[in-house]
């Protein structure tokens, strides 16, 4: 099938709205040693928060968060390992596991704004795109057409070629893109990390593209 896509917009951004909940902060404020905070205001909670995070190390702060938030992925060791990496590197962009990315972004922000620049920045991408038609789209099957407009030295073309041609699984696919939300009848916004689609990286705003699907069977 052919589709017709239109890119409106491709913006990078150094945080993601709600990436963070009111009780992400509670629970980290009492992580941090403060309890009881009687406030259920966002901003006020993220100011505690940072001011909270200032009485420790970097490397214990960072500890702290990836606890909370991956424990259930990351073992004692590895939090130990990566809080001390993630000074010196993208860690958001550069762990093997790319299932990890998206909230290793979030924290690695987070303890960027905390400190004032000490963790290095990274960027998120977000583009919004018209595609008709507008059924059965799949985050596999949108990274496939974005293909045709992004530039040849892209990391995706790069890391996945097989994959966008079809001739191999692309279960990846789905932690490339963070999030995908639909803003309209046939208009979506697409959020992934700038590691994998830059703004500059775009070609054409306007064209058209169609997707070979993966069928096991296949023998190339």
Known sequence: MKYHIIINSVTTVDILQNAWTTEDYIQLLNAFGLEDTGSSNPSELLELLFMAISDFEPNEAAALILDYKLSDHLNENQIEQMSHDMLLDKISEEY????LHHQLFNINQLLHKAYNGTFPSAKATLIEFEISPNKELSKELILKLLDKTLASNNVIKRLFSNQLAGKESFEEAEDIIWDLKTTGMS????????????????????FDATAQEFEEDNED
């Open 187 to 206: 208009s979506y916004i697409l959020t992934t990390s700038e590691y994998w689609m830059s703004r500059d990286e775009f070609k054409d705003a306007e």
């Open 96 to 99: 093997a596991d790319i299932s």
